[in-house]
């Protein structure tokens, strides 16, 4: 099944999700057969509005710039990283694809000193460099390259606390061996297509392939592929 528009006719969507070129188990680099999440997802809803598609690999800070000037055409953000949830009059956004949520993360020893979400104002922050969090002016960041480096980073007590998508986070835990807890939660929203304004009437088509893969299965299956191998410990 298909959902055709002639509104996408000759329009070409650039895009990118590689996060911070391992979102794990969102986006993995250089493993074609199991790409993570979002890299197996996104192609299959673009496939089915009948909506062609460049995707490019930039840094977080560098996608960010490139949607704002239209170099990009769409990425995969949750309304719940802006504050108000408000992504900016550029942009436009699909139905939910996902849930997804975000943890303070410490170590076990300091996980309840960190189970009040407003323990992090006027502290420093682990945060990867070029995501969005909505609150940032609350705290001090403290800038890593990736979800792995915050981990590292925590078990070498250059940061306290640190901010993270909890399935990242114990992927990245288990990978390393080394534990982790997840404290409070910092946001719990959805994962939606941020699209530029001018591509707006793809919306009826991307929000059909969308609701399509979730009624027959598919985007469950995904989803339980790469989460159920994950352990869920505190």
């Given at each position: 099944m298909t959902f055709c528009?002639?509104?996408s006719a000759d329009v070409v969507l650039k895009y990118n999700i590689n996060?911070?070129?391992?979102?794990?188990?969102y986006y993995i680099p250089y493993q074609p057969e199991n790409p993570g999440i979002l890299a197996e997802l996104v192609p299959k809803i673009l496939v089915l509005a009948q909506i062609e598609n460049e995707k490019h690999n930039y840094?977080?800070?560098?996608?960010?710039?490139?949607?704002?000037t239209g170099l990009l055409d769409f990425d995969l953000v949750s309304p719940s990283w802006f504050p108000n949830e408000d992504m900016g009059e550029l942009f436009v956004q699909s139905d939910a694809i996902i849930q997804i949520k975000e943890n303070i993360i410490t170590l076990e020893e300091n996980a309840q000193k960190w189970s009040d979400i407003n323990t992090i104002k006027k502290q420093s922050i682990g945060t990867v460099r070029g995501y969005l969090y909505h609150d940032d002016s609350l705290f001090t960041r403290v800038d890593f390259t990736s979800e792995r480096e915050l981990i590292k980073a925590l078990h070498k007590n250059r940061i306290e606390a640190a901010i993270s998508g909890d399935l990242?986070?114990?992927?990245w835990s288990n990978k390393l061996d080394q534990k982790i807890a997840l404290a409070a939660v910092?946001?719990?929203?959805?994962?939606?297509?941020?699209?530029?304004?001018?591509?707006?009437l793809l919306l009826p088509q991307i929000n059909a392939?969308?609701?399509h893969l979730k009624a027959d299965g598919t985007i469950n299956a995904i989803i339980d592929k790469y989460t159920k191998p994950i352990v869920r410990t505190q």
């Open positions: 528009s002639c509104a996060g911070s070129s391992g979102w794990v188990p840094p977080p800070k560098r996608t960010n710039q490139a949607l704002e990242p986070a114990l992927y910092h946001s719990n929203g959805v994962l939606v297509m941020r699209l530029r304004k001018e591509h707006h392939a969308i609701a």
